[in-house]
């Protein structure tokens, strides 16, 4: 008797949802041809096989790259309908809010053909202060002192009481502050961003910068905008306002620019950092094929090691709080030198979050700076980072007068996961979140799948289908 063999392996199950009718259907993970895929059924619209990696190793690493989850001070919503239809966030959530997103205003002062919250100058509905400070407690009372608090928008620093809302955010327990903006303001008004500075320490500004090309900005953003970003650099670096660049990727557009952005930001007195976001299919998407124009993590990961001088593959590593969609890269800032850490840290140790032990190969100068870093003889004021504060998608730091925030260089891969390549067992640990303006606290992912304005009237449907199917 001849057996005949799949062609693939079969490695794990889990659910996911159809990206035709949004319902939950169960999925495979499989392995095929050195890449990972996720081969779901819906027995309405059939099979749909999605890669989800092409990195197989990587992919298993992240299944080991994992903590013991951090819960909020309470849940929202009670489990009834299973997830992803009870955010949130329910008691089957399995991770607190490292970053909680506050959208303070729908209107833009663009109309990007790639918008997850589908904004636009038409949209002029924004949120008032009240409304804002209800929201912002949302997030305290779930939190206590909340790690980071992002407001967003549409464009935040349009709203006619942006500075209202910064302070209210200030009086409340939140250890840091983002702001997520295109930076046209802060290219155009000096003054403003003199007014921003007054906020810090503890501020950071979240800079939408996706490409040195027009033709690429012309099809991300409809707009040529690079003399609007080096204004808005020139002014952020003036006042020292600690800022991450955000870049939009689409694959085949600006991935070949990841190295070059590297290397921009690490040039920029005010950039501590560059996070990566590969498109998520939801909002307004035009001239977007899922097939051809999605990122998967494991390739932007890629990019970065092949075109950064920087890091390589020991140095951006998985996030444990989610490491299916978050992984890092941090260096120091050295005088003239840039010194990749990642690479010097026990993962063991990383998981526990406790301080680390580093391999020191650098002269005898720059091991004495990095180990101030990592002594432990501060006071707990002026303590210097340990390995759980510093190893982090977010900019948290406490370190010694001597090597402040400056110092820290940071590479973000943020995936978020949309109707294609969504994962239950994955959801459940996320740990970006929105806050819904009724105070439910919802992952950032199923947020713009299900929950954004009308998405919830669908949801509802499908709600009520499954009590109708209930016996």
């Given at each position: 008797m001849t057996?005949?063999?799949?062609?693939?392996?079969?490695?794990?199950?889990t659910n996911s949802i159809c990206s035709k009718c949004m319902k939950k259907v169960e999925a495979k993970v499989i392995i095929e041809n050195d890449r990972v895929y996720l081969s779901k059924y819906c027995f309405e619209h059939g099979r749909e096989k999605v890669l989800i990696s092409t990195d197989v190793e990587y992919y298993k690493r992240c299944r080991e790259f994992i903590k013991?989850?951090?819960?909020?001070?309470?849940?929202?919503?009670?489990?009834?309908?299973g997830c992803p239809y009870d955010c949130g966030l329910c008691p089957d959530h399995e991770q607190h809010s490292c970053l909680t997103i506050v959208e303070i205003i729908d209107q833009c002062n663009l109309k990007c053909p790639i918008c997850y919250a589908d904004s636009s100058p038409e949209k002029k509905l924004w949120r008032s202060l009240e409304e804002v400070e209800r929201m912002l407690d949302a997030v305290v009372r779930n939190e206590g002192e909340p790690d980071i608090v992002q407001i967003s928008g549409g464009e935040p620093t349009i709203h006619p009481q942006f500075f209202d809302i910064l302070r209210a955010a200030k009086a409340r327990p939140i250890q840091h502050l983002m702001i997520n903006t295109n930076g046209i303001r802060i290219a155009q008004d000096r003054e403003f961003v003199k007014q921003l500075a007054e906020f810090t320490p503890g501020l950071e500004i979240y800079l939408q910068f996706d490409s040195f090309e027009k033709s690429t900005l012309q099809e991300l953003r409809g707009a040529d905008l690079r003399q609007i970003r080096s204004k808005a650099i020139e002014h952020l670096n003036e006042f020292n306002i600690s800022t991450t660049l955000v870049v939009t990727l689409k694959k085949g557009l600006n991935d070949h620019e990841i190295g070059e952005i590297i290397q921009y930001g690490l040039k920029q007195r005010a950039?501590?950092?560059v996070t990566f976001q590969p498109i998520q299919a939801a909002g307004r998407l035009e001239d977007f094929d899922p097939a051809t124009d999605r990122l998967t993590?494991?390739?932007?990961?890629?990019?970065?090691?092949?075109?950064?001088?920087l890091f390589q593959a020991e140095d951006m590593i998985?996030?444990?709080?989610h490491p299916d969609c978050l992984a890092m890269g941090y260096a120091l800032k050295l005088d003239d030198q840039v010194i990749p850490l990642t690479r010097m840290m026990d993962p063991e140790i990383l998981l526990e979050g406790g301080r680390n032990t580093i391999v020191f190969?650098?002269?005898?100068?720059?091991?004495?700076?990095?180990?101030?870093?990592f002594s432990t003889s501060h006071s707990p004021e002026s303590s210097a980072?340990?390995?759980k504060s510093l190893l982090c998608c977010l900019p948290l730091v406490q370190v010694p007068e001597t090597i402040n925030y400056d110092n820290v260089f940071r590479v973000i891969i943020m995936q978020f996961l949309d109707p294609y390549h969504f994962d239950v067992r994955s959801v459940k640990k996320s740990c970006v979140h929105i806050v819904h303006p009724d105070g439910r606290i919802i992952p950032f992912d199923t947020y713009n799948m299900f929950y954004r304005g009308d998405l919830e009237d669908r949801l509802n449907d499908m709600k009520a289908e499954l009590e109708g199917a209930r016996p």
């Open positions: 057996t005949k063999n799949r062609p693939y392996l079969f490695y794990e199950l013991p989850s951090e819960m909020p001070l309470l849940w929202n919503t009670p489990i009834k309908y950039v501590r950092g993590l494991s390739e932007v990961r890629q990019q970065i090691i092949d075109q950064s001088d998985p996030v444990p709080c190969e650098q002269d005898e100068n720059i091991k004495n700076r990095i180990f101030e870093l980072l340990s390995l």
